[in-house]
């Protein structure tokens, strides 16, 4: 975390080198110094409440992704469905009555 922090310490060395002291100065009613000095400990306590909720989502993602493969297996169900529907149902049937029938109760039946 040096990397993170480093260049807010390096700014204010540089400041101090010319003359100009900033860490009396304040920064929402508190001393600039006292800013920089926790600003490391905050930063960790925010990563860590960042993984500790990534890792609460997770297990809802990993659902959802579930969900979504059911849907898709769902759809292409339909899409196959529908395709033998138009391929071999009887929208012209030349053939007699009962044969009509029997296509299309075996389509009922597959829709049901």
């Known amino acids: 975390m ?3 922090f480093g260049p807010q310490r390096d700014c204010v060395q540089v400041l101090r080198h010319y ?12 001393k600039v110094q006292n800013v ?3 600003a490391p400990r905050a930063w960790k306590a925010v990563v860590k409440k ?4 990534k890792e609460e989502i997770i297990p809802m993602q990993m659902a ?3 969900a979504l493969k059911l849907l898709d ?5 339909i ?4 395709g033998d529907f138009q391929a071999q149902a009887p929208f012209k049937f030349e053939g007699g009555f009962s044969m009509a029938f029997e ?6 039946s597959k829709l049901d």
């Open 36 to 38: 920089l000095g926790e």
């Open 73 to 77: 297996q769902f759809y292409f169900s």
């Open 79 to 82: 899409r196959k469905f529908r």
């Open 2 to 4: 040096p990397e993170l």
């Open 64 to 66: 959802l992704v579930d």
């Open 103 to 108: 296509v299309i109760d075996s389509f009922s």
């Open 19 to 30: 003359g100009i002291n900033v860490l009396n100065d304040t920064v929402a009613g508190r």
């Open 50 to 53: 960042t993984f500790k909720r």
